[in-house]
């Protein structure tokens, strides 16, 4: 592929989807590329998953197109939502909250269907909506996991989303990093190592710096959409550096101004390196995705949200020390 810079500038680019890819408050991520592309005259579409941290909406798992109101569906994992769309218990997701704010419609993605689900979704998405590129937006940066590292905790949606849009056609497809880090799960030095892997193999494909202009645009958004990791580049760009605590605690995150970057990649290329998103490959639900991780030995995000369940909290902390004096992990 070439650098996004050369496909924007090639004028082939007239419509473009932006996804937040790791879960719904990922979204957020999506505003700096948003507007990079609108600068150059490029028509966006913003979308994000249906899946919720635990604070937000308590059932584990995405939620099923299936249980929202006031949707168009695009495709059997795909459809337009607005400031109007719920769960059928009220839950208001975080996209739908960023629709609130950008005054248009955005795309629900629903990953309860498996990869299988999602490549169909999109793929008709891709014909229905005339896209000419998808960018996949991860805050953070574990989409970049290979499952070995320590500090990865939820490598399920990300590796979902890399395998769909690795294995969709027609179109590129790209994985943005955003912030470097700042979900609290791999570290910097982890992020460089494969960064540099994936550019060794032909992956990297240039990057942007968040500007003031864009840190003013998701300071206004955040009053709408609630992200602890989406948002700390923004604070890194006011200068904040060091440590800082997200999850009640539970987490550590470095800002640096690195983590005002957002770093574009060729999907197929990290898909290619990256096991995990080649295990999840094929599954036909998250439920089915979810085991093929856990044979790996990797305790997911769904796990997590299982034992909060079964605990009855959606406290970070009591779900951790249960975890850890039940040596789960």
Known sequence: MESLEDLIFSGSIKRALIIGIGGGGDVLSTLPTMR??????????????????????????????????????ISETVAFASHKTKTTDGIFPQ??????????????????????????????????????????????????????????QSPLADSLMLASLA????????????????????????????????????????????????????EKAVKYVTSEASFLPVMAAKGKMGRTKIREGTREVYLSILSTLTIYLDAKIL????????????????????????????FTELDFELIAKKLGTTSYTVIRDYIRTHKIR
Not at 100 to 118: C, T
Not at 189 to 209: D, H, M, N, P, V
Not at 271 to 296: C, F, H, Q, W
């Open 36 to 73: 990079y592309l609108e600068l150059h005259k490029i028509e966006v579409l913003i979308g994000g998953i249906t899946w919720e941290r635990i604070t937000v909406d308590p059932k584990p798992g995405p939620r099923s197109l299936d249980e929202f109101t006031n949707i168009k569906r």
């Open 95 to 152: 996209p739908c909250r960023l629709s609130a704010f950008l005054g248009k419609e955005v795309l629900l993605i629903d990953p309860s269907k498996g990869e299988k689900g999602l490549s169909r979704g999109l793929t008709i998405a891709i014909n229905e909506l005339k896209l000419d590129i998808i960018i996949g937006l991860d805050g953070g940066g574990d989409v970049l996991a290979k499952g070995d590292e320590k500090g990865l």
């Open 167 to 218: 294995n969709v056609s027609k179109i590129p497809t790209v994985i943005g990093v955003f912030g470097f880090g700042s979900d609290g799960e791999l570290n910097q030095q982890q992020i460089l190592t494969r960064l540099s892997e994936i550019a060794s193999k032909g992956g990297y494909l240039g990057a942007r710096g968040l500007t003031p202009k864009d840190a003013m645009l998701m």
């Open 271 to 298: 898909y290619d390196s990256s096991p995990i998103a080649k295990a999840v490959t094929g599954t036909n639900s998250i439920y089915e995705a979810k085991e093929r991780l856990n044979e790996m030995g990797l």
